[in-house]
Nanobody
Framework: QVQPVESGGGSVQAGGSLRLSCPISGYTQRTYCMGWFHQAPGKEREGVAAIDSDGATSYAESVKGRFTIAEDNTKKILYLQMNSLKPEDTAMYYC??????????????????????WGQGTQVTVSS
């Protein structure tokens, strides 16, 4: 398992968009979930989006309708498209493999507990 390497973060104004990227490695045919997490200063790390091996997606309530998780199976890259960004989205963002066959609610504690390995993350800052 290679440590995830997230990229694409930056500083934007409220209402703006960013797309985060994360190369997927270590699995020739993925059978587990992949997820995106965020962690704001002083808060716990929380899952915001998940995609299982069949392409089914799930989202935390706070990002539903604004964020989209997707996977490029050819390039082996995981994406998080973030639209209509809000100041409360400001956080460090991480991608990770999650050892669950069906992702379920990414904001749940079980989802975070099953993470294989954390990367360094990429910072997203949204100004009002």
């Amino acid at each position: 398992q290679v440590q995830p390497v997230e990229s694409g973060g930056g500083s934007v104004q409220a209402g703006g968009s960013l797309r985060l990227s994360c190369p997927i490695s270590g699995y020739t045919q993925r059978t587990y979930c992949m997820g995106w997490f965020h962690q704001a200063p002083g808060k716990e790390r929380e899952g915001v989006a998940a995609i299982d091996s069949d392409g089914a997606t799930s989202y935390a309530e706070s990002v539903k309708g604004r964020f989209t998780i997707a996977e490029d199976n050819t390039k082996k890259i995981l994406y998080l498209q973030m639209n209509s960004l809000k100041p409360e989205d400001t956080a460090m963002y991480y991608c990770a493999t999650v050892l669950l066959r069906r992702c379920g609610d990414p904001s749940g504690g079980l989802f975070r507990q099953q993470v294989v390995e954390w990367g360094q993350g990429t910072q997203v800052t949204v100004s009002s």
